[in-house]
């Protein structure tokens, strides 16, 4: 069994947030730890994930929610430890209407493929980034991708509870990974 990590956006995915629920269900997933989930700082980010890849047993699957999926397209080309995987959900658009200011720092992630198996899931309506962004990113990140329809930004405000059929996309995304 490999070791789990959760990676969420801003905020830090509060009590109704499936990522939140996942971890309660399953002693394997841990959270990485931040200085700041209001305040996110790009090379704090990066050296948190950093640690906690480091702290694994085994090498670990990524779960990433919205802006964790811009930090580890930024931490990919210069990471200093491996994963199997990284399971990436809702990816807010840094170019779109909506896009968290207070996250400046992760703007322009690099357009590159990621060096390590990728699903990115998204959903047709998702206030923080389009769904065209989401395929686009899934394309330049040589991930595989999967539309669940419209969920908004697959978080608490979505109503989603425990998630699933993330759940279930995660499931099989895991057994590919060996």
Not at 109 to 120: C, G, K, T, V, Y
Request: negative net charge; glycine residues 8%.
């Amino acid at each position: 069994m490999s070791d789990i990590i959760v990676l969420p956006g801003l905020g830090g995915s509060g009590e109704g947030h499936w990522q939140t629920l996942w971890e309660r269900q399953d002693p394997g997933m841990r959270r990485f730890q931040p200085s700041s989930w209001d305040k996110p700082e790009l090379t704090d980010w990066i050296a948190a994930l950093e640690r906690e890849i480091a702290r694994s047993q085994t090498t670990p699957i990524l779960i990433a929610h919205s802006l964790a999926c811009q930090l580890i397209a930024h931490w990919a080309p210069i990471r200093k430890t491996a994963i199997l995987g990284a399971f990436l959900v809702a990816p807010p658009d840094p170019t779109g209407e909506v896009y968290l200011a207070e996250a400046g720092s992760f703007a322009q992630p690099p357009r590159r493929q990621l060096p390590f198996p990728s699903l990115l899931v998204a959903s047709t309506d998702d206030p923080f980034g389009s769904f065209d962004h989401a395929r686009d990113s899934a394309e330049i990140w040589g991930s595989a991708f999967v539309d669940v329809g419209p969920r908004g930004h697959i978080n608490a405000a979505s109503r989603l509870e425990d998630w699933l059929e993330g759940k279930a996309i995660f499931e099989r995304f895991r057994a590919q990974l060996g």
